[in-house]
């Protein structure tokens, strides 16, 4: 996934939009806040001090909590704005959100098996940038990202007790992580597209 440009902070009542999901995710926040600053090895570093043993409860929640908040925005997102070049590259808006939910999905699932010793051996190593599917529409990308909450509840516990073990995947921004730091690192992957999402919703917004 190519890195994402920093826009800047959209307002909401009570603060910033970042500001409003800190406290329902704090560890992705911090870690995500090193990308703003430019700072791409200190979302590494938060990743590891933040995602180690013990750590899959937090991250769970913060996952799912994310979830519900790119569930909210899709639904308020105009169909203009849906449509609309706002995501990787030359993405539209519900390719970026349909890569978002099986990205998060993908990531917790690649923790899973690595924490449970499953791990295919011919199975890719490398995170790709898969957009989703140009026409989807809203209900189907809201069906995606129910289903990503799914997938993440089942997949995710198998990391509980095995946060530090290895795991082969690797991303072209923070490398290889171990399995509880991938769980997290999925967090800071919601953030970046919410990040996107939030800018174009205020493009359109009236006025």
Known sequence: MAAVATRPEQRVPGGTWLDDLESAAPN?????????????????????????????????????????????????LTEAALRAPGGEEDWNV??????????????????????????????????????????????????????????????GRSVAGHETDPCPLEHPLVGRLRCGEWLLFAGVHDLMHLEQLHGLEARFQPG
């Open 94 to 155: 519900a390719q970026t959100i349909g890569h978002d939910a099986t990205a998060r999905s993908g990531l917790v699932l690649a923790a899973s098996l690595a924490a449970s010793g499953r791990w295919p051996a011919a199975a890719p190593t490398v995170v790709p940038g898969v957009p989703g599917p140009a026409d989807a529409s809203r209900d189907e990308l809201l069906r995606r990202l129910e289903g990503s909450r799914r997938v993440i509840a089942r997949a």
């Open 28 to 76: 992705a926040v911090a870690a995500f806040r090193g990308i703003e600053a430019g700072r791409f090895i200190s979302v590494r570093r938060e990743v590891r001090r933040r995602g180690g043993e013990g750590s899959t409860q937090a991250s769970l929640a913060e996952l799912d909590a994310l979830a519900a908040e790119l569930v909210r925005i899709v639904e308020r």
